[in-house]
């Protein structure tokens, strides 16, 4: 199936002259959703996750089903303030100041392989920083695997050292 036909893009959103690849079209469509799923999970079926990480909050929708066919547990990282228990923070640097994440402090256990799932890989600085919150708790970071790359944007350049797998790359 060509996932890439199931991708609407948005011209200026959510600012003038950026063009936004919108997943909703292909969350809708079964099929597309289903394929999506069945080649990620192919993609790690053997490479023994321990753990499945999804980044708020689209993460969470292609990482808990393939937690699920992985036979694995998932956690979330989310946005500070969010998570009820203890946690730890990783403060990451955007264009114009900087953001935070946080997850539990007994999400991983030392040594468990993770794999860390969100919808999108941009500049990498997002994914970067949920590396930093895995290896803290002394997960070690098996994949980074995303639905869509934008790969003019050189995310993984920031990711140089860990495996990083994407299902649709687009150019511009």
Do not use: W
Not at 41 to 56: C, K, L, P, W
Not at 100 to 107: N, R
Request: glycine share 10%; proline share 4%; aromatic share 8%.
């Amino acid at each position: 199936m060509d996932l890439a036909a199931t991708i609407r893009s948005v011209p200026d959103f959510p600012i003038a002259g950026i063009l936004f690849y919108d997943i909703t079209t292909l969350l809708k469509n079964p099929v597309a959703l289903k394929e999506s799923i069945d080649r990620l999970t192919a993609q790690y079926q053997n490479a023994g996750v321990d753990m499945v990480v999804g980044i708020e909050s689209r993460g969470f929708i292609f990482g808990i089903p393939l937690a699920y066919n992985l036979g694995v547990g998932f956690v979330p990282v989310r946005k500070p303030g969010k998570l009820p228990a203890e946690t730890i923070a990783e403060s990451y640097a955007l264009e114009y100041g900087t953001n935070t994440l946080e997850v539990h402090v007994d999400a991983i256990e030392k040594g468990q392989k993770v794999l860390i799932v969100d919808d999108l890989l941009a500049t990498g600085g997002t994914a970067k920083a949920t590396c930093g919150l895995v290896e803290k708790l002394g997960g070690q970071v098996v994949g980074l695997a995303f639905a869509i790359e934008l790969t003019f944007l050189n995310g993984r350049d920031v990711l140089k050292g860990y495996n990083v797998f994407s299902l649709l790359q687009y150019d511009a």
